[in-house]
């Protein structure tokens, strides 16, 4: 079965510009979250889809945002960017049911120059 | 709100030495709990989790059991290798959640 793809893997942006990320789960899975790691605040949960719906949000500004199609493909958004979003925005799913395992892609780098 | 806490790192052991890697927890439920492994420019990946109280999670030698009286689940490995140099995260799952809470990653070095 083929793991949890993201793309890019590597983005430069500058202050002010937006950005989309994308991930795709693993088949049959219906949940997708997405985690920020930075050297100073570690990782951090951001949000998470089930079933095209939002079911949980991490305390993040509105600025970041997502969405989650049928097929369960998920996309990142963060608009206006600042220096401070560079970051690996991680992307796991599971099935959704309670506490069942995460599993994570590979991460998309983004530098924002 | 519930919340992960690791030993400081960084840890350097020499290869087959013996590993412990501390880690508790505060939660308002019965959460589960997870070790994860992240190797250089990669995502993470599960390392052994377990999910009620006096559970052992094992794989490739590393265990971890949880212990509710002393909200512990700490890592171990009897005899360590140059490919566990890594970091590693302990995390846990709030019951009724898909929302993973990280310690703060500890690295750890093995040296031939």
């Known amino acids: 079965k083929a793991g949890v793809t993201q793309t890019p893997r590597y983005l430069i942006k500058t202050r002010g510009q937006q950005v989309t990320l994308s991930c795709s789960p693993i088949s049959g899975h219906r949940s997708v979250s997405w985690y920020q790691q930075t050297p100073g605040q570690g990782l951090q949960f951001l949000f998470e889809?089930?079933?095209?719906?939002?079911?949980n949000k991490g305390n993040f500004p509105g600025r970041f945002s997502g969405r989650q199609f049928s097929n369960s493909r998920s996309e990142m958004n963060v608009s206006t960017l600042e220096l401070g979003d560079s970051a690996l925005y991680l992307c796991?799913?599971?099935?959704?049911?309670?506490?069942?395992?995460?599993?994570f892609g590979p991460g998309t780098r983004l530098l924002v120059l | 709100g519930d919340s992960v806490t690791q030993m400081e790192g960084p840890v350097t052991l020499s290869e087959e030495a013996f590993l412990t890697i501390n880690c508790t927890y505060t939660?308002?439920?019965?959460?589960?709990l997870f070790w994860y492994v992240q190797y250089p420019g990669e995502g993470l990946q599960l390392l052994l989790k377990?999910?009620?109280?006096?559970d052992k999670g094992s794989n490739k030698g590393f265990e971890a059991t949880y212990r509710k009286e002393t909200t512990s689940f700490h890592l171990e490995k009897g005899s360590v290798q140059v490919s566990d140099s890594a970091v590693y995260f302990c995390a846990l799952s709030e019951r009724g959640a898909q929302k993973l809470v990280f310690g703060q990653g500890t690295r750890l070095t093995i040296n031939p």
């Open positions: 889809y089930f079933s095209e719906t939002q079911r």
């Open positions: 796991a799913s599971s099935t959704g049911t309670s506490q069942e395992t995460q599993y």
């Open positions: 377990a999910t009620k109280a006096d």
């Open positions: 939660a308002t439920g019965y959460p589960s």
